[in-house]
């Protein structure tokens, strides 16, 4: 299997560039990107859960633990980062912090409503996390806070937004675990060694 991006009509191409897709943040390319589907090789998931493990690890270290060139790595981490696969980001703790909130807010929103509704959402600064939903709410947003009547305004700001109908807000106390690893890609690549 060759590692490579494909778009939703099933053409396999060598790399982005060579497809013409240029990956700027406008609204086009945002589209091409959701349109692009990217093909991963062992090299890539291994790469992947390298950098997973530990994404200060260098490309060297990478390299030897995955038994290719450093310049390989360096090429296969751009194009997943180019196909929106991956970003490597630090992680602040806002409970070390002292005097932050951290908060789980859910929203039920009028369908007519909705992009505008997460468009506002996704524009608040203490919104560390905004997703679409299907249940009960029909966005989550996590939000930090300096303390509860900063979180009891914001809440208040949400609730006056057109379009949303009703809030849920829950409080963190304590996180027992924090992972963001590809637990999916995990249990697929588990299967195929077995």
């Known amino acids: 299997m060759t590692s490579g991006i494909q778009h939703d009509n099933g053409k396999n191409l060598r790399n982005a560039q060579h497809a013409g897709v240029k990956f700027a943040q406008t609204p086009a390319a ?8 990217i ?8 790469i992947l859960e390298g950098l997973q493990d530990d994404g200060r690890r260098s490309y060297r270290q ?5 038994g290719v060139s450093e310049g390989t790595v360096r090429t296969r981490v ?11 980001i630090a992680f ?15 929203v039920r929103v009028s369908t007519a409503q909705h ?9 608040l600064p203490e919104a560390t996390y905004v997703s679409s939903l299907v249940g009960r709410a029909d966005v989550y947003i996590q939000i ?25 807000t829950m409080l963190e106390m304590a996180v027992h675990k924090f992972t963001y690893r590809d637990s999916a890609a995990a249990a697929a690549s588990w299967q195929q060694d077995a």
């Open 30 to 37: 945002r589209y091409v990107r959701r349109v692009v589907k």
């Open 39 to 46: 093909s991963l090789d062992s090299v890539d998931r291994a």
């Open 62 to 66: 990478i390299a030897r633990d995955v």
């Open 78 to 88: 751009r194009r997943l980062e180019d196909a929106g696969v991956l970003r490597v």
């Open 92 to 106: 602040v703790d806002p409970s070390r912090l002292g005097n932050s909130v951290l908060a789980l807010v859910f």
């Open 115 to 123: 992009g505008a509704v997460v468009k506002a959402l996704a524009e």
């Open 144 to 168: 930090i806070c300096r303390d509860n009547e900063a979180l009891w305004k914001l809440v208040s700001e949400i609730r006056s937004l057109s379009g949303v109908l009703e809030t849920e």
